[in-house]
């Protein structure tokens, strides 16, 4: 039944799936994991190279032993996480109900038209962690609508930067030095009863905590080098968080 | 003691509505949120019953992110998700960006500001003792959510009942 116009398709729709787990956050095994179950379902075998930027599969088909192969690009990343689940459950009714080529597509595309949360509710959602984070730290509630405001200022800063296709680092950079300039307002005029630790909280929502994780899960599971990847591009980031904290520090004399 | 436990409950709270925050800044399931809250919640209790006790903070954060891990577990089975969808976000909280950012400053203001030697060798210090802690924390968080599959030598936890 697999002509080698087909194969070309298989290729191109496991390269798409393969992609979008990349670009959501899941760490390296569970790509080449769910791309192995869809090939198995389409009655192929996949061998693949999978990077953060570059994408290589081979297919081969279990009858006619013919193989393709293809290299996709990747564009830059974006966690999501209901498209890492909606894939995984996918794979697994694939599985069971052996679906054929045409059903997985369809599904897959219904995946990517899946919305996000509206940009409000992410900030208002992300702001609150900022004073959640502060009332972790020991603020009180002032400290803590401080930590709100410059977390909503920060983010605000963050999404608006990647609309206008900024540098990430630089996106970053700026939206932290937006937080830390409102968060050091509040240490100038020495509002509520602990305002270090706002400055301290008014940042956090930069910190890459999913590419922290995933590195290191990645190098549970021997792939070095996509760990070492996620591992330097965390540290990249919180140097670049550190950089607007230091200039904000440094036009208010904080010490 | 019931203003011990007040404070730890508010702290604990506050861990979850952290975590909430960033779930919903991945973008996770709807269905998926109260889950990610009342993991959050339990595995900031841990901490911070543990940080009262005085407990060193990388094994806290190691048993608080095992709790996370195990629990994941037949949480996933109950609604129907892969259990990084909801472990990752509760584990947010614990991410040592505090230590993170201790560690760079500490960094910055060897390179720039300091020059008194014995000012320089306990900025040394700050950057040694911080930047490991910040690392272990990682590690140990990473451990913790991946527990049951490390544990039960599975690569997915559907096949595990």
Redesign the interface.
């Known amino acids: 039944m697999n002509t080698s116009k087909s194969l070309e398709e298989i290729a191109d729709l496991l390269l798409k799936i393969a992609s979008l787990l990349m670009l959501s956050?899941?760490?390296t095994?569970?790509v080449n994991?769910s791309i192995t179950r869809f090939a198995s379902v389409l009655d192929c075998e996949v061998f693949n190279l999978t990077s953060q930027k570059t994408i290589i599969l081979t297919i081969t088909d279990n009858k006619t032993k013919n193989s393709f192969t293809r290299v996709q690009n990747l564009p830059p990343h974006k966690?999501?996480?209901?498209i890492?689940?909606a894939i995984?459950?996918a794979s697994?009714n694939a599985i069971s109900r052996q679906w054929n080529f045409n059903e997985i597509s369809k599904k897959i595309e219904d995946i990517q038209k899946q919305k996000?949360?509206p940009r409000y509710?992410?900030l208002i959602?992300?702001?609150?962690?900022?004073?959640?984070?502060c009332?972790?730290?020991g603020g009180d509630y002032l400290n803590m609508l401080v930590a709100f405001i410059s977390t909503l200022a920060g983010l605000f800063v963050l999404q608006f930067t990647h609309k206008k296709q900024f540098n990430g680092y630089i996106s970053v950079f700026l939206a932290s030095l937006t937080a830390s300039m409102i968060a050091s307002t509040g240490m100038f005029y020495n509002l509520g009863a602990n305002p270090e630790a706002t400055l301290?909280?008014s940042?956090?929502?930069l910190?890459p905590?999913?590419a922290?994780?995933n590195s290191?899960?990645d190098l549970?599971d021997k792939n070095v080098l996509n760990g070492m990847v996620r591992f330097v591009h965390g540290v990249m980031t919180?140097?670049s968080?550190?950089l607007g904290?230091?200039l904000a520090m440094l036009i208010f004399q904080i010490k | 003691m019931i203003e011990t436990v007040l404070s730890l409950l508010?702290?604990s709270i506050?861990?979850?509505?952290?975590?909430?925050?960033?779930?919903?800044?991945?973008?996770?399931?709807k269905k998926?949120i109260i889950t990610v809250f009342l993991l959050a919640f339990g595995a900031?209790f841990i901490k911070f019953i543990l940080l009262g006790f005085h407990s060193n903070i990388i094994l806290a954060s190691l048993t608080a992110a095992s709790f996370v891990g195990l629990a994941s577990m037949p949480l996933a089975h109950r609604i129907?998700?892969?259990p990084?969808?909801f472990a990752?976000?509760a584990?947010?909280?614990m991410?040592p960006?505090?230590f993170?950012?201790e560690t760079?400053?500490s960094i910055?203001s060897f390179i720039f500001i300091e020059v008194d030697i014995s000012k320089k060798t306990i900025l040394m210090q700050a950057i040694f003792s911080n930047g490991f802690t910040m690392l272990f924390i990682?590690?140990s968080?990473?451990?913790g959510?991946?527990l049951p599959l490390?544990l039960l030598r599975k690569?997915?936890v559907?096949k595990i009942n």
């Open positions: 956050g899941a760490n095994e569970r994991l966690i999501d996480f209901s890492i689940s995984s459950k697994w996000r949360y509710i992410v959602a992300v702001s609150f962690s900022g004073a959640g984070f009332n972790i730290f301290a909280t940042i956090l929502f910190v905590g999913v922290l994780i290191f899960t549970l919180v140097l968080i550190a904290l230091f | 508010e702290v506050w861990s979850g509505i952290a975590a909430v925050g960033f779930a919903i800044l991945f973008n996770i399931p998926a900031g129907h998700l892969p990084v969808v990752i976000p584990v947010i909280p991410i960006g505090y993170a950012y760079v400053l910055m990682l590690i968080l990473t451990i959510v991946s490390l690569s997915t559907k």
